[in-house]
């Protein structure tokens, strides 16, 4: 069975850092872009920040230079470094991967169960 699990949430002041991380398990044969989504209450989810197998990384306007997305292909694992938090950055944080399986060359998106992010003093 496949899990992306994710980590590392919760409560911060505004000005503070967290790291957040999304580990993937289970038979996989490889992984392609793994990216980080959120969402607040009564918004709809939108990209925070992607990074393909070769480690392109892409970021949503409003997070440039305060977040840092990386991966670690050897532990199935991607990380969202996030410094300079802001009030506005409070959500429900998600993780997605493009995971291919062996004996096939389509890709499948999944999703973690999300990670609530709440930055206020």
């Known amino acids: 069975q496949v899990r992306l699990v994710e980590s590392g949430g919760g409560l911060v002041q505004p000005g503070g850092s967290l790291r957040l991380s999304c580990a993937a398990s289970?038979?996989?044969?490889?992984?392609?872009?793994m990216g980080w989504y959120r969402q607040a209450p009564g918004n709809q989810r939108e990209l925070v920040a992607t990074?393909?197998?070769?480690?392109?990384?892409d970021y949503q306007r409003s997070v440039k230079g305060r977040f840092t997305i990386s991966r670690d292909n050897a532990k199935n694992t991607a990380y969202l470094q996030m410094n300079s938090l802001k009030p506005e950055d409070t959500a429900v944080y998600y993780c997605?991967?493009?995971?291919?399986?062996?004996?096939?060359?389509?890709?499948?998106?999944?999703w973690g169960q999300g990670t609530q992010v709440t930055v206020s003093s």
């Open positions: 990074i393909t197998s070769e480690n392109t990384t």
């Open positions: 289970g038979s996989i044969f490889s992984i392609n872009a």
């Open positions: 997605s991967a493009d995971l291919r399986f062996s004996g096939s060359s389509t890709t499948f998106r999944y």
